[in-house]
């Protein structure tokens, strides 16, 4: 159905890579950098998805997960039937075709029992990835033990409901290992219930008491594009995935600082670096200045600079437009055809140069390297594979130009330069240097360094 790489279509900002014979001059030298593993990086790559019962037949869902790479998706059991057309087999059979694992999540307090058992099931095939509370309450206001919560009033059945669902979960043989995510939205609490926290803390003075444990992860919906951030800028998805108050976006610091609606407080800027974090929802829709290919190059850079950041799990809306509803178009990676989009080309480009299917340990260790001068708008990555290969990601999030930065090695070495944008296999090679220099723009290339002989 779709071209093994795809080349773009707009002019190529070249990848300009010159071997030095030395450490850059007068540049700061290699430091030892800790890798994180590759196989870390791609599990955090997400998608929400439509199935059978909103008109995507499973066949074209496996198909288009398959190509972009993805490694989990965001579903819940609203939507799921005993005859179907989407069933729990469903999912087991999306898992068995991809690998891909769920967040599993509900959408009311009815739920609870069913995604509990269904969840089960899940576990048992290893699809489940997590559980994941209520979606946006301020938006769809939930029932639960027949207290209405969310919207413009209480939120204090929501607030239940979410510690109900923690507790079911860690006291669950077989679901206690799991996570929970917190709902998203916590920022528009009417009513203090302490939801802006994971674990509420001694002297919140929230309406719930002290010592209440929602979740384990803070979850939020930071779309890059926002009512206090609408237009064209450089740096836009790493401003999105910003965790403190310098963020423009409905992101973490609105939800889990200081809350958007009431401003109850939560954490603090210092608890927020380090605060467990997931985005179940971001993206961005074709539209106005944004054309296909700013917009592909927008959800490439999103995955890296959320993990950069601090997000251990991030989901794009949406893997194919919609068609059973208005509005919410162009932000999928596929249209409603089922034709990709630059943005698939590009995901696949990149989970296909970074793959590692290996089932060995993650590989961890530091290499020495260095970036003297580092531009704002320029960031690194560095990645390691369970064969010992080191993958320095390195992109850049200007709007127009780019930057020639020089890469300093802390010794000699040979690899090879990647370039999604363009395909799958290597654009340049390098051999026994200290330091390239590298054009950088408004994508990534991957430096690959092969493991060294014992």
Known sequence: ???????????ILSIALFVLAAAWPGALPAAPVKAVATNDFLNS???????????????????????????????GVFGVTEYG???IKTFLDLHRATGVRVSWMLSNGEELRKLLHTGRILADAGALLAFEGVNE?????????????????????????????????????????????????????????????????????????????????????????????????????????????ASRVDGLFGNFGITWARKYQGYT?????????????????IDGQVNEDLHALHLMNIYLAQFKRG??????????????????????????????????????????????????????????????NQPKTVHDLLLRRSDGAFQLV????????????????????????????????????FTDTGALEVTISDHPVVIEIPARPN
């Open 1 to 11: 159905m779709i071209a093994s790489s795809g080349l773009r279509c707009r002019p």
């Open 45 to 75: 790559i997400g998608i929400g998805t439509t199935l059978p019962d909103r008109g995507q037949p499973l066949e074209k869902t496996i198909e288009m997960i398959r190509y972009c790479g993805f490694r989990w998706i965001r579903a």
């Open 85 to 87: 057309p989407t069933t």
């Open 137 to 245: 309450p301020n938006n769809w206001p939930i029932t639960y033990q027949g207290e209405k919560g969310g919207g413009l009033g209480s939120w204090m059945a929501v607030a239940k409901l979410q510690r109900d669902l923690y507790q079911a979960v860690k006291t669950d043989p077989v679901l206690a290992k799991y996570p929970v995510f917190s709902i998203s939205e916590t920022g528009a609490e009417t009513d203090n219930v302490g939801l802006q926290f994971l674990k509420i803390p001694p002297d919140a003075k929230t309406l719930m008491p002290e010592g209440t444990i929602y979740a384990d992860y803070a979850n939020v919906h930071n779309y890059i594009y926002h009512v206090a951030s609408p237009h064209l800028e450089d740096n836009k998805t790493w401003a999105a995935a910003e965790p403190g108050s």
């Open 269 to 285: 800027e210092e608890q927020l670096q380090s605060l467990p974090r997931v985005t179940t929802e971001t993206g961005i829709t």
């Open 311 to 372: 997000y251990t799990y991030t989901s794009v809306y949406l893997l194919r437009d919609r068609t059973d509803e208005g509005g919410n178009q162009a932000f999928g990676y596929y249209k409603p055809d089922y034709s990709p989009r630059k943005a698939a080309l590009y995901i696949h480009n990149l989970t296909t140069i970074l793959s590692d299917k290996s089932t060995a340990p993650s590989s961890v260790g530091e290499l020495d390297y260095a970036i003297p």
């Open 394 to 429: 390195i992109w850049g999030e200007r709007l127009r130009g780019e930057d020639r930065i020089a890469v300093n090695l802390g010794s000699r070495m040979s690899g090879r330069v990647y370039d999604p944008t363009v395909g799958v296999e290597p654009v340049r090679t």
